[in-house]
């Protein structure tokens, strides 16, 4: 993940990392007005809210996944959207839209029948989440792979869950470049998405 994603006992304070690409480098998917808001903004706020609601806390130099374990309320929705954003930048690919392959791609398609019906499955779930949240591919510990759709700042690890993906459904995400059009954008994302990333990801969690 982006290199952020601790709060290590030498360190008291979260700082925001950079994205890991140009502002403008995911246009036409997403627009750069739509990352200077959404990274600059919206999670820096996150950001910041978590460093003061944590100070002087027994979580103050917690890392940031033992946080979203076992935190509640303020304190688990900054700490949850501060993870859950940069692990959506993480696998955000300008460059590629290099599909799944080898033994990865028979995963998915044991799991979903084909990558077609994940990607469609994929969308269908994310347009039917009513208000804000976030969709993920997770794989299950010792398990298979599924969708599942989270509220707000709802995070699978508090599932026990193993984060593949995850696309952010707030407005934020995509109401500049989309207005209401979630479908749209969740597509476009999906032209994005960095499958040797997820691939990656996959692998070290078994």
Same mark, same amino acid.
């Given at each position: 993940?982006?290199?952020?994603?601790?709060?290590?006992?030498?360190?008291?304070?979260?700082?925001?990392?950079?994205?890991?690409?140009?502002?403008?480098?995911?246009?036409?998917?997403?627009?750069?007005?739509?990352?200077?808001?959404?990274?600059?903004?919206?999670?820096?706020?996150?950001?910041?809210?978590?460093?003061?609601?944590?100070?002087?806390?027994?979580?103050? %130099?917690?890392? &940031?996944?033992?946080?979203?374990?076992?935190?509640?309320?303020?304190?688990?929705?900054?700490?949850?959207?501060?993870?859950?954003?940069?692990?959506?930048?993480?696998?955000?690919?300008?460059?590629?839209?290099?599909?799944?392959?080898?033994?990865?791609?028979?995963?998915?398609?044991?799991?979903?029948?084909?990558?077609?019906?994940?990607?469609?499955?994929?969308?269908?779930?994310?347009?039917?989440?009513?208000?804000?949240?976030?969709?993920? &591919?997770?794989?299950?510990?010792?398990?298979?792979?599924?969708?599942?759709?989270?509220?707000?700042?709802?995070?699978?690890?508090?599932?026990?869950?193993?984060?593949?993906?995850?696309?952010?459904?707030?407005?934020?995400? %995509?109401?500049?470049? %989309?207005?209401?059009?979630? %479908?749209?954008?969740?597509?476009?994302?999906?032209?994005?998405?960095?499958?040797?990333?997820?691939?990656?990801?996959?692998?070290?969690?078994?």
């Amino acid at each position: 993940m982006l290199s952020l994603i601790t709060n290590a006992s030498s360190k008291k304070n979260i700082e925001l990392p950079s994205l890991p690409f140009e502002l403008d480098a995911l246009e036409p998917h997403i627009s750069k007005r739509t990352l200077e808001l959404h990274h600059g903004k919206h999670l820096q706020s996150y950001v910041n809210n978590l460093n003061n609601l944590v100070s002087g806390t027994k979580f103050e %130099y917690t890392d &940031l996944e033992s946080i979203i374990r076992f935190s509640d309320g303020p304190v688990f929705n900054n700490a949850a959207q501060v993870w859950n954003h940069l692990f959506y930048f993480e696998a955000l690919n300008p460059i590629s839209n290099r599909m799944p392959e080898g033994s990865f791609a028979d995963m998915l398609n044991s799991n979903f029948g084909s990558f077609s019906f994940l990607k469609d499955s994929f969308m269908k779930s994310a347009a039917s989440l009513f208000g804000s949240g976030w969709i993920w &591919l997770v794989k299950n510990p010792n398990g298979p792979i599924e969708i599942l759709v989270e509220s707000n700042a709802g995070n699978p690890l508090r599932r026990g869950k193993i984060p593949l993906l995850g696309c952010d459904l707030w407005e934020h995400a %995509y109401y500049l470049d %989309y207005q209401n059009r979630r %479908y749209d954008y969740v597509d476009s994302f999906w032209k994005l998405v960095n499958w040797g990333l997820v691939e990656k990801r996959y692998f070290n969690a078994r």
